[in-house]
Nanobody, 124 residues
């Protein structure tokens, strides 16, 4: 069974930065797109960012464009989410997910495996 394990969350102040990491046991990691989603209390899970299988294409949701960057290291089976200029509205449980294909997907249906999440809390 494929496992995805997120880390790097925490409690920070507005304007701070965090880098989330997600390590996967998937043997097909290097051929799969990877994504980050988040879920805030009382809200639906929403797309944050995704990267294609090779890492040369990325997509970020409008609320995080210019502040968040997704990247991957296929040699380490790891995907990262660099989050800068954090805002209180970024507070959520952040999940990484493994795509069904090598192409970027922005909907949850485009992903086949999910981690348990890492909590990010941004205080004002």
């Amino acid at each position: 069974q494929v496992q995805l394990v997120e880390s790097g969350g925490g409690l920070v102040q507005a304007g701070d930065s965090l880098r989330l990491s997600c390590v996967t046991s998937a043997r097909t990691f290097s051929s799969s797109a990877m994504g980050w989603f988040r879920k805030a209390p009382g809200k639906e899970r929403e797309f944050v960012a995704a990267v294609n299988w090779s890492g040369d294409r990325t997509s970020c949701a409008d609320p995080v464009k210019g502040r968040f960057t997704i990247s991957r290291d296929n040699a380490k089976s790891t995907v990262y989410l660099q989050m800068n200029s954090l805002k209180p509205e970024d507070t959520a449980l952040y999940f990484c997910a493994r795509g069904r294909t090598g192409s970027i997907a922005t909907m949850t249906a485009g992903y086949q495996s999910w981690g348990q999440g890492t909590q990010v809390t941004v205080s004002s």
